[in-house]
């Protein structure tokens, strides 16, 4: 294809998001339950050595911010890291990296609705999580099937409680650790209970499992860039600010949350409960610990709407690109995908009925996401050292450069595979990702060269005939 051939086809959508929108749907898209309830899976593992979990995998996330906004502002548009992986590696490799990512963010979608209804029964307990699920299911589906910039002021609004919230809980940890205005509670949490690492480097690497899902969404930036106002100053402006805010926000929450409450409370592979309302519970404060929970709630909420924004663009492109139906890829009167839209409602219907019958139905829907999260990432990185080489044939100067290529990137991609290996060895619930994920792969192999193959040799040849 010629070189802006893949971006064109994409046209269509409306560029109206902000900087700022840009910034705080990225915030929106990676605080989510990941960190509010997630995090107590990976402390469970590591115990207050998880704090090195999240280092290990924000040095992955960082890596990825780098690589993917490069290539986002060379080439701004809502099909991402799928239209990459097509460009720069192969239509298979963008025709498995799209529906892989639709389908992990679909299931992904379904376990923050099944988080929204454990966090509801702490004022409901008595109506069933998966009641909740579907219910507020349906209101975020209905904002998302309005124009873009209502859903990215919905959004900023939803990131900023969170991050307000996430601000004020580490001021009021900081007062109580070092006894500001109420006696100090100190650091000895770290090291009572079998010490700083208990489980050894064995728990904090399996906690790195749940660690990594924590930065899971930075990636929405680079396909905001399809509907950004500025994508060249806003997409690059926008992954710094959000990964490296991310960064402090989940250090420092954690690191609090460890000195106040005992690990061994706050860790739990059967979740109940955030964390994080733990810790007002320790102190008795019946209302903060309410107000905490309204905010996990919203940060549930908040991640549910963006990962449906994520879950329609990607959709919308595999048909623009014609790996699925053309109504796929229509738009309505405000610039809407609105068929993608139902499409990719399907993961609350999934969570709904998973709810119903299993406790582990978070843990399971987060390992089945976190594998097709994780093979996007991978890819994506291998398209990045693809990327380089050929724009270097064209002599053209970057705009964004990420910096220590391709040492970061490699050491990127050794991690990532890591971890993926991690998952399918684990016999607890982790290997669920590669009972599911892994025939999925290979059924979406099948359906490329059944069907989608040859029309690419046709589509390839026709182009051909074009420019001679």
């Known amino acids: 294809m010629k070189k802006d051939e893949l971006m064109e086809r994409e046209s269509g959508l409306h560029r109206k998001l902000t900087k700022g929108q840009l910034t705080m749907i990225g915030l929106g898209g990676a605080i989510g339950t990941g960190l509010f309830m997630g995090s107590a899976i990976a402390i469970n593992y590591a115990g207050p050595a998880v704090i090195f979990s999240y280092v290990i995998a924000a040095i992955i996330a960082v890596i990825m911010m780098y690589s993917l906004s490069e290539m986002a502002v060379a080439h701004p548009t809502a099909g991402s890291f799928g239209v990459y992986a097509e ?52 209101v975020l589906i209905f904002v998302n099937s309005r124009s ?58 399996m ?21 950004a106002q500025d994508p060249n100053k806003a997409v690059p402006r926008a992954m710094k600010t959000m990964v490296f805010r991310l960064i402090a926000f989940y250090f420092l929450a954690i690191s609090i949350m460890l000195a106040v409450v005992p690990w061994i409370n706050a860790g739990a592979k059967e979740i109940t409960q955030s964390p994080f309302v733990q810790v007002f519970d320790h102190f008795g404060f019946a209302y903060a610990a309410g107000i905490m929970n309204f905010v996990v709630l919203t940060a549930a909420l908040s991640s549910m709407n963006t990962n449906l924004y994520l ?95 391709p040492y970061l990137q490699i050491i990127g991609i050794i991690l990532i595979a890591a971890v993926l290996i991690t998952m399918g060895l684990d016999k607890d619930f982790w290997d669920i990702s590669w009972i ?14 059944a069907k989608y193959k040859k029309m690419q040799i046709i589509r390839s040849n026709e182009i051909g005939e074009i420019h001679k």
């Open 311 to 405: 879950t329609t663009r990607m959709i919308f492109s595999l048909s623009r690109g014609n790996y699925a139906p053309a109504s796929l890829g229509k738009l309505n009167k405000s610039g809407t995908p609105v068929n993608a839209l139902w499409l990719s409602s399907l993961g609350v219907i999934i969570a709904g009925i998973i709810a119903k019958f299993s406790p582990l139905a978070y843990n399971y829907l987060f390992g089945i996401a976190l594998f097709g999260a994780l093979y996007v990432w991978l890819i994506t990185l291998i398209s990045h050292l693809n990327f380089r080489k050929q724009w270097a044939k064209h002599g053209e100067e970057l705009p964004v450069k990420a910096p220590f290529f």
């Open 87 to 138: 460009k720069y590696i192969s239509p298979w490799a963008g025709f498995t990296t799209r529906w892989t990512y639709w389908a992990a963010q679909v299931i992904a979608i379904g376990g923050e609705a099944v988080a929204v209804g454990i966090y509801m029964q702490y004022w409901f307990p008595g109506i069933p999580v998966w009641v909740w699920t579907l219910g507020f299911g349906a």
């Open 436 to 449: 599911v994920g892994v025939p999925w792969l290979g059924f979406l192999t099948i359906i490329y060269f």
């Open 207 to 227: 906690a790195v499992l749940m660690a990594i899902f924590s930065f899971v969404g930075v990636e929405v930036v680079a396909v905001t860039a399809g509907e």
């Open 148 to 205: 873009v910039s209502n859903f990215g002021s919905i959004e900023y609004w939803f990131a900023m409680i969170k991050v307000v919230a996430i601000v004020a809980f580490i001021i009021f940890g900081i007062a109580a650790v070092l006894g500001i205005g109420t006696p100090a509670v100190g650091f000895a949490n770290f090291t009572n209970h079998n010490g700083f690492m208990p489980h050894g480097f064995s728990g904090v690497w």
